[in-house]
């Protein structure tokens, strides 16, 4: 027979054996639990130092941005300043060749009357020719009048100075 303490022993052994490995098996339970929970925090850590350098990428790629973008608004400028420059310099060319455009419509009105009166003075020329040919034409023909009126006078002086000398001569003969 046993004894009941080794009895007793064994059930006590037996229960803690039963307790141990009820602990053991919570232990080994809590130790998967943990594992994942381990394997999530890693995992999560990785993802955060992922988060962090892909972060810090983007700050740089963002401060980069943000330099060309400040070139870029330098440039802007200086483009517009250039865009504005050659605007005020269209405007002087532009009031320039307007005023260059009303000089030569002043001009061309003084052409044109210039050119009117031109006209005027060759009719008034024509006219001037014409009446003076015409003038010439009656000079010489008055010319000729008179050349032939001395011409009539002589011969009828002539003639007179003749009647007159045989008046005398027959005044004079009928006294004979």
């Known amino acids: 027979m046993s004894d009941p303490t080794s ?15 009820a602990r053991l098996g919570e232990l080994a339970q809590t130790l998967r639990g943990s594992e994942q929970v381990t394997r999530r925090i890693v ?3 990785i993802e955060i130092e992922r988060h962090r350098a892909t972060a810090q990428q983007l700050e740089a790629e963002t401060a980069g941005l943000s330099a060309e973008l400040e070139e870029a608004r ?23 060749v307007g005023s260059v455009e009303a000089s030569v419509r002043e ?8 050119r009117q009166q031109a006209e ?5 020329s024509e006219i001037l020719r014409s009446e003076n040919a015409t003038l010439k ?4 023909t008055l ?3 008179v050349l032939r009126m001395r011409r009539l006078r002589e011969e009828l002086m002539t003639s007179v100075s003749g009647l ?11 006294n004979e």
């Not at 009895?7 to 490995?21: C, F, P, S, T, V």
């Not at 330098?74 to 320039?96: I, L, N, P, Q, T």
């Not at 061309?108 to 009357?113: G, K, L, N, Y």
């Open 43 to 45: 995992s999560a850590e």
């Open 137 to 140: 034409n009656k000079l010489a």
């Open 107 to 114: 001009l061309r009105a003084e052409v044109e009357s210039t």
């Open 120 to 124: 005027a003075l060759d009719r008034e």
């Open 164 to 174: 007159t000398q045989e008046m005398t001569g027959l005044a004079g003969g009928g």
């Open 74 to 96: 330098a440039r802007m400028a200086g483009v517009r300043e250039a865009y504005d420059m050659a605007v005020a310099e269209r405007d002087r060319h532009r009031a320039k």
């Open 143 to 145: 010319e000729e009048n």
């Open 7 to 21: 009895d007793r022993l064994q059930a006590i052994q037996g229960e803690l054996q039963q307790i141990l490995e």
